[in-house]
């Protein structure tokens, strides 16, 4: 089943195109060669549900030329998830680590101190686990930030590239990881070449959280002198506080205009943009387009951790989603952290993110669902610079086909029941957990969940 290789979808919903149609999508060696309009419910031969195809596994349903016809009855295609920002080495770290205050700070902190306990084959199982979670929802893509934990050791730091190398390396098969190391703030006195070493070895990319730093424009620069000299992207945590003062966003989009490297880094959260007053707010805005950024919003995890200093009313922290959109700057929704001390939720599941982005920035309206949907798929692939990303000819075929017929639907229903295409093969046949049709998959799955729990933990025993 998972190894056929040619085949056509027939009675295809395709809302990232047009509503108003359904379609016939052909699928050869992995690629998309056709995607025609076809008439409503269009009669074809041979034809079998997905459901049927996964019962008898046979090509019994071709037509005259072999072509396996699947009908798939109206339900929605879209391009697979990207989640363009999330914290993989640190998830399912709340059995070990706590945050009684529920703070940022406490979880940086605590992190911090927990982090050199961490084998590399456990940081290496909450990749794979997290990363596998995530593909069973729909996510073929994934950027993901490291911790780097200079203070401690050069080989503590080291270690988790090392795990979330040979992490990747395994699941290329099958989803697809951007690295990108998280330069500790005020590392200037520290072992910078360690920084250094970790783009020899492989990473994708430079991280970071200048806004912490004693000297965020110190730090800001050297991260672009050393991604202009390893010729990487650049993706930092930008400004995430409630503090309306706090505006690195400002020297990162001045330095990303003047070093010519518009389009080629990013700004998370951007929290302190909620704070401020809609004058200053949009002057920033306007800077942040003018200067060619990209932007990714947290919402689930900024909706938990911020106004913590708060007395009524609190600040949530959530930054203007749909004014830095209407602004024309690509900003996608990611999943952030999963069951650690940043975040004790969230299962890597984007519809689930959308769903959240929509409440938190009020976007309900017909036209913000399918705005919210491409928040999940075209717009992430920008930021992660993937160019043959669309459903279009040419073009590598993941996607995700979940069982809803309309936006709303989807939105509303949060169906559970999805089918998974990436890397030239089905992955997951719509079961209401991860079950996988590649024995390679099921495998790794259960290697690294015996790292991983939901136990209780030792600290919340007493």
Same mark, same amino acid.
């Given at each position: 089943?998972?190894?056929?290789?040619?085949?056509?979808?027939?009675?295809?919903?395709? *809302?990232?195109?047009?509503?108003?149609?359904?379609?016939?999508?052909?699928?050869?060696?992995?690629?998309?060669?056709?995607?025609?309009?076809?008439?409503?419910? &269009?009669?074809? +031969?041979?034809?079998?549900?997905?459901?049927?195809?996964?019962?008898?596994?046979?090509?019994?349903?071709?037509?005259?030329?072999?072509?396996?016809?699947?009908?798939?009855? /109206?339900?929605?295609?879209?391009?697979?998830?990207?989640?363009?920002?999330?914290?993989?080495?640190?998830?399912?770290?709340?059995?070990?680590?706590?945050? @009684?205050? /529920?703070?940022?700070?406490?979880?940086?902190?605590?992190?911090?101190?927990?982090?050199?306990?961490?084998?590399?084959?456990?940081?290496?199982?909450?990749?794979?686990?997290?990363?596998? @979670? &995530?593909?069973?929802?729909?996510?073929?893509?994934?950027?993901?930030?490291?911790?780097?934990?200079?203070?401690?050791?050069?080989?503590?730091?080291?270690?988790?590239?090392?795990?979330?190398?040979?992490?990747?390396?395994?699941?290329?098969?099958?989803?697809?990881? @951007?690295?990108?190391?998280?330069? *500790?703030?005020?590392?200037?006195?520290?072992?910078?070449?360690?920084?250094?070493?970790?783009?020899?070895?492989?990473?994708?990319?430079?991280?970071?959280? +200048?806004?912490?730093? !004693?000297?965020?424009?110190?730090?800001?620069?050297?991260?672009?002198? !050393?991604? @202009?000299?390893?010729?990487?992207?650049?993706?930092? #945590?930008?400004?995430?506080?409630? =503090?309306?003062?706090?505006?690195?966003?400002?020297?990162?989009?001045?330095?990303?205009?003047?070093?010519?490297?518009?389009?080629?880094?990013?700004?998370?959260?951007?929290?302190?943009?909620?704070?401020?007053?809609?004058?200053?707010?949009?002057?920033?805005?306007?800077?942040?387009?003018?200067?060619?950024?990209?932007?990714?919003? !947290?919402?689930?995890? =900024?909706?938990?951790?911020?106004?913590?200093?708060?007395?009524?009313?609190?600040?949530?922290?959530?930054?203007?989603?749909?004014?830095?959109?209407?602004?024309?700057?690509?900003?996608?929704?990611?999943?952030?952290?999963?069951?650690?001390?940043? #975040?004790?939720?969230?299962?890597?599941?984007?519809?689930?993110? &959308?769903?959240?982005?929509?409440?938190?920035?009020?976007?309900?309206?017909?036209?913000?669902?399918?705005?919210?949907?491409?928040?999940?798929?075209?717009?992430?692939?920008?930021?992660?610079?993937?160019?043959?990303?669309?459903?279009? +000819?040419?073009?590598?075929? =993941?996607?995700?086909?979940?069982? &809803?017929?309309?936006?709303?639907?989807?939105?509303?229903?949060?169906?559970?029941?999805?089918?998974?295409?990436?890397?030239?093969?089905?992955?997951?046949?719509?079961?209401?957990?991860?079950?996988?049709?590649?024995?390679? !998959?099921?495998?790794?799955?259960?290697?690294?969940?015996?790292?991983?729990?939901?136990?209780?933990?030792?600290?919340?025993?007493?």
């Amino acid at each position: 089943m998972a190894s056929m290789k040619n085949w056509d979808m027939v009675n295809v919903r395709l *809302p990232m195109e047009d509503e108003g149609h359904l379609y016939r999508l052909s699928i050869r060696d992995g690629r998309f060669t056709q995607i025609l309009k076809q008439e409503a419910d &269009a009669d074809q +031969p041979a034809k079998v549900s997905l459901e049927q195809w996964k019962a008898t596994e046979t090509t019994d349903h071709s037509d005259e030329s072999g072509i396996v016809i699947m009908d798939l009855e /109206g339900k929605i295609v879209l391009p697979g998830f990207v989640d363009a920002h999330m914290h993989l080495d640190k998830s399912f770290s709340l059995t070990t680590v706590e945050n @009684q205050s /529920g703070t940022l700070e406490e979880a940086v902190r605590n992190y911090s101190i927990a982090s050199p306990s961490f084998s590399k084959e456990v940081i290496k199982s909450r990749i794979m686990r997290s990363s596998l @979670q &995530a593909l069973s929802f729909g996510t073929t893509h994934i950027r993901t930030h490291l911790d780097f934990n200079l203070r401690v050791s050069r080989e503590v730091a080291l270690r988790t590239i090392e795990a979330a190398l040979e992490a990747k390396e395994a699941l290329a098969p099958y989803v697809t990881l @951007q690295l990108f190391p998280m330069c *500790p703030y005020n590392f200037m006195a520290l072992d910078v070449d360690a920084l250094e070493e970790a783009l020899r070895m492989g990473v994708d990319g430079i991280g970071g959280a +200048p806004h912490l730093s !004693l000297s965020p424009k110190e730090d800001i620069d050297y991260m672009f002198k !050393l991604a @202009q000299k390893y010729d990487v992207p650049i993706d930092l #945590h930008c400004d995430e506080t409630d =503090n309306p003062a706090m505006r690195t966003i400002e020297h990162i989009s001045g330095k990303t205009k003047s070093e010519g490297y518009s389009g080629r880094v990013t700004v998370d959260h951007l929290c302190a943009l909620a704070s401020m007053t809609d004058e200053d707010a949009h002057g920033i805005i306007e800077r942040m387009a003018d200067a060619g950024l990209k932007a990714v919003s !947290l919402p689930a995890v =900024n909706l938990y951790l911020q106004g913590r200093h708060d007395t009524f009313p609190v600040r949530r922290g959530v930054t203007r989603l749909k004014e830095i959109w209407e602004a024309g700057i690509p900003i996608a929704v990611a999943s952030d952290n999963i069951h650690d001390p940043f #975040h004790p939720f969230g299962r890597g599941d984007l519809m689930q993110i &959308a769903l959240i982005s929509s409440y938190a920035a009020h976007m309900g309206r017909p036209a913000d669902l399918r705005t919210l949907l491409r928040m999940i798929t075209d717009v992430p692939a920008e930021v992660l610079g993937l160019r043959t990303y669309k459903i279009e +000819p040419g073009n590598e075929a =993941n996607f995700v086909v979940v069982d &809803a017929n309309t936006p709303e639907e989807l939105f509303t229903m949060q169906p559970e029941r999805r089918w998974v295409y990436s890397q030239g093969s089905w992955v997951r046949m719509a079961a209401s957990k991860a079950e996988w049709n590649h024995p390679t !998959l099921a495998h790794f799955w259960k290697e690294a969940s015996e790292n991983v729990s939901f136990r209780t933990p030792e600290f919340a025993k007493g």
